[in-house]
């Protein structure tokens, strides 16, 4: 895995567009506090929410929620122009679910409404819903996570749903990462800003 594992960290990792730095620096992280929240993800959450197992709790509701990652695997392939952020977080306000379920749906979900591609509503209706139980089914809380490790299981891409606001203060500053290259903050001051200032 690219970092140690949570059992020695105690960390979550998030990922954040340059753009969304200077605001998380200043105010922490909240669920609907960047730009792409609205015109990019809150529909596609109020879709995945339709079906959500009986056993999972009301407060676990994924429009309300910070998506965070157990750890990323070597080969990760980060999105350009973002910062890799840490964090500690209360596990009993976690939930942990399989995002690979989630992103074997989110194109056709985008796409359903575009000239050429209609039939992407069939599949959503079709096997994308079986996708969206599964996803639900084989969630569980961060803390029976914790204990049962789903998310060492092959195949099983754990993203945590975290439904408390971070603090500033409660932030590491990772790595960022560019088109060709990811680095941490000190060979990036040092690239760019001749020093390791603080972050």
């Not at 929410?49 to 750890?71: C, E, H, L, Q």
């Not at 039939?119 to 803390?143: H, I, N």
Request: aromatic share 14%; proline share 3%; with cysteine.
């Amino acid at each position: 895995m690219y970092f140690p594992d949570y059992s020695r960290t105690g960390l979550v990792y998030h990922v954040v567009s340059l753009n969304d730095l200077a605001k998380v620096k200043l105010r922490g992280i909240r669920y609907d506090d960047k730009s792409t929240y609205q015109e990019k993800y809150r529909e596609f959450h109020i879709f995945l929410n339709k079906y959500r197992a009986g056993r999972v709790p009301g407060w676990v509701d994924r429009t309300k929620a910070i998506f965070a990652s157990m750890n990323f695997k070597k080969d990760h392939a980060f999105h350009s122009h973002s910062m890799l952020l840490a964090f500690r977080v209360d596990p009993a306000r976690c939930w942990v679910a399989n995002e690979n379920r989630a992103n074997q749906l989110y194109e056709p979900f985008i796409l359903k409404d575009v000239d050429g591609f209609y039939g992407a509503k069939d599949y959503l209706e079709g096997k994308g819903k079986v996708l969206a139980e599964q996803y639900w089914e084989t969630s569980l809380s961060f803390t029976d996570n914790l204990k049962l490790r789903r998310d060492k299981e092959e195949g099983y891409d754990a993203e945590v749903m975290v439904f408390h606001e971070i603090r500033p203060e409660d932030i590491q500053y990772i790595a960022i990462v560019s088109d060709h290259r990811v680095m941490t903050v000190e060979e990036w001051k040092r690239t760019f800003c001749g020093g390791p200032n603080n972050v």
